[in-house]
């Protein structure tokens, strides 16, 4: 069983792209991941409460049913919590617990578009102003603004597609990628659609994102995603590296995407996204997020509406240049906002990548915050389970609003 990664490759350098970019991006420094003091991560006592109890149990039956090595999972009820719960094993005969960090991968992305929007409401930029005003050398940055960046309506070939950056990347998964490498494939090829037309997910956007932020702000972005994230919504655990460290407990990963079952916890995660959202994090801080980017705590009311509908709704569909994979139509119950999706009632961000998958989604409606970290063993399925686990919790607790149905 081979499982597919979303991905794509490198083939040249765009050499004078990210001159033009902050110095993160450019040489990023040793040793400057943020370092927090020690805070825990509790799983809820036994016996304490039956919906947690209910919980607990679901997530368990669920990790058996999917022959998961490991979830963790919290779940919050208008900020209270329901449960906080940790099955399985990170490795043999090391069980698996709730204060184990893991790769964050696209929860950063609804990060990055928050400080955009807090940029905004303080009048510093204008969602439709083009990206070629802080990189003037980027291709196509007359007509790709900020708000196509965050909506991913740019039109920009999504690298991790690029069947070249695929092979390099199964050949080499610890390759340090480069922001000019990655930008290099996407620019390379030739836009799917005009800039605002359509939608399409592409990496090439956060990393643009991440650095035009820099400049905006000339302010490394590791230190950004601290000052205006982090700090105000108390995500201690959450932190950038420049290299594939992880602070310690670490929940360990594996994947059979190579054609062989191994471990990928270290693998570098440098082609995700801009260097500086790099992040990993854990369950604790995986639920405040959910809680946090749903309820829009870290912006004004009309950006919070822009966050849910930037313009997206109505947009995409296959062109003769973008197939129907990759182009998907928008509607008003299921579309992308500005750096999460929306769908059926839910605000959610759901990355997979190298044996982690995870979900963080909020429903208004009914103030649920659910978070969940998974990793896969030699017979689980393809596709990313936590999206499985956080259904069946959205199931028992909210039945009328489906999530991932």
Request: charged letters at 15%.
């Amino acid at each position: 069983m081979t499982r597919t990664r979303t991905a794509g490759l490198v083939t040249a350098a765009l050499l004078a792209l990210v001159s033009a970019a902050a110095p993160a991006l450019s040489a990023p420094p040793a040793g400057t991941a943020t370092t927090h003091p020690p805070r825990a991560c509790p799983s809820t006592p036994r016996g304490v409460d039956g919906q947690a109890a209910r919980i607990t149990h679901l997530v368990r039956k669920t990790r058996k049913d999917l022959g998961l090595n490991a979830v963790l999972a919290k779940v919050t009820v208008h900020g209270r919590e329901v449960v906080t719960t940790a099955a399985g094993e990170s490795m043999t005969g090391v069980p698996a617990t709730t204060d184990m960090h893991f790769r964050a991968g696209g929860v950063a992305i609804p990060y990055l578009t928050n400080v955009l929007l807090q940029l905004v409401d303080e009048g510093r930029v204008d969602l439709d102003a083009p990206v070629s005003r802080w990189l003037p050398r980027l291709p196509h940055g007359d007509e790709i603004t900020l708000r196509m960046l965050g909506s991913s309506t740019s039109g920009l070939y999504d690298y991790v597609t690029d069947p070249g950056f695929l092979a390099a990347l199964h050949e080499d998964p610890f390759r340090q990628w480069s922001p000019r490498e990655l930008l290099a494939i996407s620019t390379g090829e030739p836009l799917w659609y005009e800039p605002g037309t359509n939608w399409n997910y592409s990496h090439a956007n956060f990393v643009i994102l991440g650095a035009a932020l820099e400049r905006i702000t000339d302010t490394r972005l590791d230190r950004l995603l601290e000052q205006r994230v982090f700090r105000p919504l108390g995500l201690r655990e959450t932190r950038n590296s420049f290299t594939p460290a992880m602070p310690r407990p670490v929940l360990h990963a594996f994947t059979d995407e190579r054609g062989t079952y191994e471990e990928s916890t270290f693998w570098n995660p440098s082609w995700t996204i801009a260097p500086g959202a790099v992040l990993t994090s854990d369950i604790c801080d995986l639920g405040r997020s959910a809680e946090a980017i749903g309820t829009g705590r870290l912006i004004s009311p009309a950006s919070y509406r822009t966050l849910l509908d930037p313009g997206t709704v109505g947009k995409g569909g296959p062109t003769a240049t973008c197939p129907a994979t990759v182009c998907r139509a928008q509607t008003a119950e299921a579309h992308y906002g500005l750096g999460v999706v929306v769908k059926d009632g839910w605000i959610f961000q759901n990355p997979l990548f190298s044996g982690y998958g995870e979900v963080m989604a909020y429903l208004p409606a009914e103030g649920l915050a659910i978070a969940v970290a998974t990793t896969t063993g030699p017979e689980s399925p393809q596709g990313n389970t936590a999206q499985t686990v956080a259904s069946r919790i959205a199931a028992a607790l909210a039945p009328g609003h489906p999530l991932f149905a």
